[in-house]
């Protein structure tokens, strides 16, 4: 049985140094992650690689030609020692419904709020996604995502290293499981340090990242 959940959108790999991340993922796995985008006001950008499908890798970390943005960094990026597996999302087929169903399940994923990004070609980017504190904290529980009419990232001709597996391990599995169910989805769970593996077919082999 394969380990990679159904509808999975992107995974998110923060680092607080973008430009040595893309490096490594490049040396280690001979494919070069393409520049996605810059977060206006909010201090990221990022690039991307194809997972295979309609799902992608989010390398994320500090644009330095933004100003100091007024809160803190997506995903912290500014408090991680190394690059790191933080995050994934899933994109089903109706955001309003999911999130409903999951609040009557027990699960709050968080209020859904509008997001952008610029392309470096100019276009803007306009998504919806879930956030906020009432999100579970370890990144194991996914967040839910939905592009609308924006082109999805995957149609844009990014390279790709197909994804092989995703893993977690937590020290209380039995504590997410039931947050994943309210979400109808899944992801192998392990007990051990918090945290998310994955790994990917490259023309070096199969590569794995934490």
Given at each position: ?210
């Amino acid at each position: 049985m394969t380990a990679i959940p159904a509808r999975l959108d992107h995974l998110v790999l923060a680092t607080p140094d973008l430009a040595a991340t893309v490096d490594d993922f490049t040396r280690r796995t001979g494919v070069a992650p393409v520049p996605g985008g810059v977060h206006v006001g909010l201090g990221t950008r990022n690039h991307l690689v194809s997972l295979g499908g309609t799902s992608y890798l989010e390398i994320i970390g500090p644009d330095p030609e933004q100003p100091e943005p007024s809160g803190a960094r997506p995903f912290d990026v500014d408090s991680l020692g190394a690059a790191r597996t933080v995050a994934w999302a899933i994109s089903p087929p109706d955001l309003d419904a999911a999130v409903a169903t999951a609040r009557s399940r027990g699960y709050d994923p968080g209020e859904i709020r509008p997001m952008s990004r610029r392309r470096p070609d100019g276009t803007l980017l306009e998504w919806r996604l879930t956030d906020g504190d009432t999100q579970h904290p370890s990144g194991l529980v996914p967040f839910l995502i939905d592009w609308g009419a924006a082109p999805h990232p995957t149609a844009s001709g990014l390279p790709t290293t197909p994804l092989l597996s995703l893993t977690a391990t937590a020290p209380a599995p039995e504590e997410i499981r039931p947050l994943l169910a309210a979400l109808d989805t899944r992801l192998p769970l392990g007990e051990g340090p918090l945290g998310l593996s994955f790994t990917v077919d490259t023309p070096r082999g199969p590569v794995a990242f934490g």
